[in-house]
């Protein structure tokens, strides 16, 4: 009635005045008939501009490789591995060849990768609990006393993240539809900031580790929901790839039996494939709907892979450890149309990083306590110019994490092209730029770089506190 009081007129009173009742009527009704039009192309127009701007966020896709030497890829230089569509993905966005995950075993650096903490703030320092000296994940699955209170244990690493800064959580605040899928180590994934998940609390992700490997229908389903209700969309896909149980199908597995030097390779290489077929998938599924160039990709790898020659899904002298096999992913973004194609050779990421450039590329200020920096400005990178790893044991003493040195292995920092690895009982020196698989120890040779490369690794430790020790 309102809106109808605000377009009456004395005309109008002098007109009905003037006609027959009949007349009236109808005019009545037409007149209201075009106000109402009016009106609903009104409520249409703000309707659209809201989905607009729905639309003016980028969606991101963060693509998580599982346990993949650096230099494996196609993009990479590798002479035969074959990754056609991460090529294509890299080849659209910025790259840096030398970028490095947090930790060398995936839980932590998951963990980081949401935080965007290090491993010794959040005290997700490993895979699991410390359950007695020789007591691994096979003995604690078959052991119905140990199980339960192994998994009592680990939930106490995961309560820890509860109040820790995570870009999930941020992105699902400010309006973002989140999806879980592939590895997730932190129970109920809905606890944690995603609106939708695969993995429904077991250890390393349980149902979630089905996606890529037998199904990219939840992710796609998960995106038609998304754009039916005009909501920007976050999807983690952790693919459990190329990860072992090494079991590419043969068709892939065949391409490679005559290239590599051994079964172990050749069935690690068709893992990676796998991996690479899946994400073209993906891509393909966005660029379907549209959505492709509205869409920031972000692709990292958890920890680093070198398969042994002798044993087929194992590996040698890379994962658990701080060697550059171990550490050392490259990191790239891809945004069409807002982030200019290049590859850096020099500059050093990190996977700290990811957090804290997700969040402001989609409008959203990061927790000040994510000491990360924007991976799309390398200049802002270059002065940084250095890096560094947390390295604990695989099983933590879950009632010692307010010991930094609890559990160590190593810690890590690679400045520019001088890296130090500061292990509980020795140092050793690096000259990456001549030695880029590290092997020649100069640490004899250059006591003051160990010195102030030790300084810097003082330094850090006071800078990044253990923030979230104990869930509050």
């Not at 209700?229 to 990860?243: C, E, T």
Request: hydrophobic share 35%; with cysteine.
């Amino acid at each position: 009635m309102t809106i109808i009081r605000t377009y009456w007129s004395p005309a109008l009173t002098q007109f009905f005045h003037r006609n027959e009742s009949t007349h009236r009527d109808e005019f009545i009704i037409n007149f209201l008939n075009d106000k109402m039009k009016k009106i609903v192309l009104i409520l249409s127009m703000i309707a659209a501009g809201t989905q607009a701007q729905a639309g003016d966020k980028p969606n991101v896709v963060f693509i998580l490789s599982d346990d993949q030497g650096w230099g494996d890829y196609g993009f990479m230089g590798h002479p035969h591995i074959k990754t056609p569509n991460l090529d294509q993905l890299a080849g659209e966005g910025l790259l840096y060849e030398r970028g490095y995950t947090t930790a060398a075993i995936c839980r932590p650096s998951l963990a980081s990768i949401v935080t965007g903490l290090y491993p010794h703030q959040t005290a997700v320092r490993g895979n699991g609990p410390f359950m007695g000296k020789d007591v691994d994940h096979k003995r604690i699955r078959k052991d119905k006393k140990l199980r339960p209170l192994a998994r009592q244990r680990s939930q106490v690493m995961t309560a820890t993240l509860t109040h820790a800064p995570s870009m999930v959580r941020q992105l699902r605040d400010n309006g973002y539809a989140t999806l879980q899928t592939g590895k997730w180590w932190e129970e109920n994934p809905l606890d944690h900031g995603f609106t939708e998940g695969m993995t429904q609390g077991g250890s390393a992700g349980d149902r979630g580790l089905q996606i890529g490997r037998k199904t990219m229908q939840p992710i796609y389903n998960f995106v038609d929901k998304a754009q039916k209700a005009a909501q920007p969309f976050f999807i983690w896909y952790g693919v459990f790839l190329p990860h072992s149980p090494h079991n590419a199908p043969d068709r892939l597995y065949l391409k490679y039996k005559e290239l590599a030097p051994d079964e172990s390779t050749a069935r690690y290489w068709a893992n990676i494939a796998w991996l690479d077929e899946t994400c073209g998938q993906l891509v393909d599924y966005l660029k379907e709907k549209g959505l492709y160039d509205n869409t920031l990709f972000v692709f990292t790898a958890d920890n680093g892979w070198r398969p042994d020659p002798e044993k087929v899904s194992w590996y040698v002298r890379s994962k658990k450890e701080p060697v550059e096999a171990g550490i050392r992913t490259p990191i790239f973004l891809t945004h069409k149309n807002e982030i200019v194609p290049h590859r850096d050779k020099e500059t050093l990421a990190s996977n700290i990083d990811i957090a804290p450039t997700i969040l402001k590329a989609c409008g959203i200020k990061p927790d000040k306590a994510m000491p990360g920096l924007d991976l799309r400005k390398p200049e802002v990178l270059a002065k940084r110019d250095r890096i560094f790893v947390d390295l604990y044991e695989v099983n933590i003493r879950v009632d010692a994490v307010e010991d930094l040195d609890s559990d160590l292995v190593a810690r890590v920092v690679v400045d520019g092209w001088d890296k130090l690895i500061v292990r509980p009982d020795s140092l050793e020196l690096y000259d990456l730029k001549n030695d880029p698989d590290d092997r020649t120890d100069l640490s004899a040779q250059d006591p003051e770089k160990v010195q102030e490369l030790s300084a810097l690794i003082n330094d850090w430790l006071e800078e990044t506190p253990i923030i979230f020790p104990h869930a509050p």
